[in-house]
């Protein structure tokens, strides 16, 4: 370390941390951080153990993105983008005229009886050629059986015997289809011309324009205007997430502005991609518009609803400035913006827009999808609220049922370090220059929220993997092992005898959100974005069977007793499969959303699940109905968990509290304050009414469940908690966003039996 040397000041600090270095001052400075383990350790308070730095730099050497990755394939969309700003697609069922690329040969259309008309499809008149896209034509029609005029779109007759493309086709039929709300255009029918050659859709007709020739004619929006299409555009994205749908292609021309009604209508869902559809990603096809896809697109990661939320905050950028979030001088400066750098706040190019209105456009556009906004609902519930104050706003269908207080929750949390998320590549950037990863050492714990209540003894173990944020921990039967699931797609083994890691297993490109250990510990399973869920032999650490669920896995748990696996997947479905088969058993239909968390009773004749939709659910599991619906939290519930006698339940979440209730009545017991910030998961150890409950305030809170009394709680991780689990032993592993594995002995702590 440098001596008797003087540190820059933490405003350099955090202008290293966000910007790459250009100037001779800077490259002062990284070259003084590179020597100073002090200023190593204030970079990592700033960053709140939450960038991508670490995790970065252990990959320094990947200078070229996967032939797999999406990358390629946008940086050569980005570049016709370049040299033709007009030849973007276009895919608008309106009436604004696309430019044209020269004479368009319309052979296809089979004649009419009717000269006025450009020809026929079906019983259709053809009465103009609206537009021309990558993957076909949009027609304007008279449908002669109803008597209405229609939009048509029809597969390009290049395409008609490409397998690929008439599946994507299709696929945006079934998508579009499936989803019915005032603010997405709907599609009337599927049909296909006389002869069986082409197929094609038909679609509501839509009078107006394109939201992206708005911002052509007019530059940024007004306030009143930003809100309403704003909300509009939020409510159809949740209409569709709630359908499993991700569009992918959000931007301002598939956003269609309604001349006759004044509503925002989002169309094209070509590129959508149903959540359980995973059989066309690799076929090579642009994922997306360049200015407007999120990282996770341009890296060609896995991708799931918040994908289009990044999408969104673009648009609203765009809205309130006039501009894109990101521009630069070549296609590939676009898309490394896009990936590396943080985009300048909305409101250093307009004085006028609100500061929440600001803030709220950050968090959509953080590099982290966790960083973003839970849910499109949460947004569109958020500007409806700020609209209200400047116009009666009419009703608007959201499809989470009850989200009041979570946008507020999560704004709060973000607003903190909104610009955090974004840091990770410009310091790899810092990185490469220096020719040296800036492996920060750790320095001590980071800042606790203030406390008065007692302090017990600290962690009698530090596991640290040096893999990145965990989310998923679990004992073996024996205590003897412990499995983590790791946001960089492995699963981690820990001999906990040695201290040790035993085995590291990569077993998914995306995050391990989920792992559960059998009741005779010989398998574990593990659950993914891409709804994979894999069975894997702990002896030999083979994966002996594998198979897709209804859609990204946020939680799974092995029953205890027998071999079922229960299954609850981001987009509100939730059941048991048998892991042999990989067969579905039993369904459990009643959350509207998002299920955070699933969890057996001990006897295992109850299920307990966690929603987005605020509400936590008990199960009676050999009939497969609700047996009793917990009611109180004020936003999203993160973590459920049944004493040991299964005589109580506790839920966490969002809303900063833990709750007790019976498990038999479902009546609320009591409330639990404490935590300063969101619960991420609450579990009850294997005797008496012992709760732990943790969160984003990084605390191990204790509590006596029974009598409702808080016990002195634990300190020592440097980020977020999200994830602990109670060996039958006795032994509270917790781990989250600092990548350690802490065990605490609670033995000593006494609850009422």
């Not at 209105?357 to 966790?370: T, V």
């Not at 990084?698 to 006596?704: A, F, G, K, M, P």
């Not at 469940?705 to 709680?713: I, N």
Request: proline share 6%; hydrophobic share 40%; glycine share 10%.
């Amino acid at each position: 370390m440098k001596q008797n040397c003087t540190c820059p000041p933490p405003e350099a600090l955090e202008k290293l941390l966000a910007e790459s270095a250009g100037d001779p001052a800077e490259t002062d400075i990284i070259e003084h951080v590179g020597e100073c383990s002090g200023c190593q350790q204030k970079l990592e308070l700033m960053a709140d153990s939450q960038s991508r730095i670490i995790e970065l730099v252990a990959h320094i050497d990947r200078t070229v993105p996967s032939r797999e990755s999406a990358y390629w394939p946008a940086l050569q969309a980005a570049k016709e983008l370049d040299q033709d700003p007009a030849s973007q697609p276009t895919f608008v069922p309106g009436t604004t005229p696309a430019v044209p690329r020269g004479k368009e040969s319309l052979d296809f259309l089979e004649p009419s009886d009717d000269p006025a008309f450009l020809g026929r499809l079906g019983h259709f008149d053809v009465t103009r050629l609206v537009g021309r896209g990558g993957m076909g034509y949009v027609f304007e029609a008279h449908d002669n059986y109803l008597h209405r005029t229609v939009a048509l779109k029809v597969l390009d007759p290049q395409l008609a015997n490409d397998d690929v493309s008439k599946q994507r086709f299709c696929r945006e039929a079934r998508a579009a289809a499936a989803i019915t709300h005032d603010h997405v255009v709907p599609v009337y029918q599927v049909e296909k011309m006389s002869d069986g050659r082409l197929p094609f859709l038909v679609m509501q007709l839509i009078q107006g324009e394109t939201l992206e020739k708005r911002l052509a004619r007019d530059g940024k929006l007004p306030l009143v205007d930003i809100l309403r299409i704003g909300l509009q555009t939020s409510a159809a994205l949740a209409a569709a997430h709630s359908q499993g749908v991700i569009h992918r292609d959000l931007k301002p021309s598939n956003i269609l502005l309604d001349s006759s009604s004044g509503r925002a209508k989002l169309t094209d869902f070509g590129l959508a991609r149903c959540i359980e559809d995973l059989s066309l990603t690799r076929t090579g096809f642009v994922a997306g518009t360049p200015l407007y896809m999120s990282p996770e697109q341009a890296l060609g990661t896995a991708l799931d609803e918040r994908s289009d939320l990044f999408s969104l905050g673009a648009v609203l950028y765009e809205m309130s400035t006039g501009r894109p979030p990101f521009r630069g001088a070549t296609p590939l400066a676009v898309l490394k913006q896009i990936t590396d750098r943080p985009a300048s706040p909305a409101r250093t190019l307009n004085a006028d827009l609100p500061a929440w209105l600001n803030d709220l456009i950050q968090q959509l556009l953080s590099k982290r999808p966790d960083q973003r906004p839970v849910s499109a609902a949460v947004v569109a519930e958020e500007l409806g609220k700020r609209l209200s104050a400047f116009e009666p706003v009419s009703p608007v269908q959201i499809p989470a049922v009850h989200t009041t207080g979570a946008c507020e929750t999560v704004m709060r949390q973000h607003r903190r370090s909104r610009w955090l998320a974004m840091i990770g590549g410009m310091a790899l950037g810092a990185a490469l220059m220096l020719g040296i990863g800036l492996a920060f050492k750790k320095g001590g714990t980071a800042p606790q929220a203030t406390s008065n209540r007692p302090v017990g003894e600290a962690a009698f173990a530090t596991l640290k993997g040096n893999a990145g944020p965990i989310w998923s921990v679990e004992f073996t039967p024996d205590g003897k092992k412990l499995v983590t699931g790791v946001e960089n797609g492995t699963v981690k083994i820990w001999d906990l005898e040695k201290l040790q890691p035993e085995s590291t297993l990569p077993v998914n490109e995306g995050p391990t959100w989920a792992t559960s250990v059998s009741a005779d510990g010989k398998l574990f399973a593990t659950g993914h974005d891409d709804g994979s869920v894999l069975i894997v032999d702990f002896t030999t650490g083979e994966t002996i069977r594998s198979f897709k669920a209804e859609g990204p896995v946020r939680s799974l748990k092995f029953a205890p007793q027998g071999t079922g696996l229960a299954i609850a997947t981001r987009n509100g479905h939730l059941g048991i499969w048998d892991p042999e088969t990989g067969e579905r058993t039993t369904s459990f239909i009643g959350h509207k959303g998002m299920i955070t968390h699933v969890t057996f009773s001990n006897d295992g004749k109850m299920l307990g699940s966690a929603g987005g939709d605020s509400s936590a659910r008990i199960w009676n599991v050999a009939t497969g109905r609700e047996k009793t619906e917990l009611t109180g939290h004020t936003a999203g519930v993160y973590g459920i968990s049944f004493s040991a006698d299964d005589s109580l339940v506790a839920t966490g979440g969002w809303d900063r509290t833990v709750r007790v209730w019976d498990s038999s009545s479902g009546q609320p017991l009591g409330k639990l304050d404490g935590h300063t910030s969101d619960v991420w998961a609450v579990a009850f150890a294997p005797t008496g009414h012992l709760l732990a409950s943790v969160g984003e305030d990084r605390d191990v809170r204790l509590w006596d469940a029974r009598q409702l009394k808080e016990l002195p709680l634990r300190e020592g991780h440097s980020g977020t908690i999200y994830t602990m689990a109670f060996s039958k032993q006795g032994v509270l592993a917790t781990a989250g966003r600092d990548g350690a594995v802490r065990l605490w002995n609670v033995s000593d702590i006494k609850a009422v039996p």
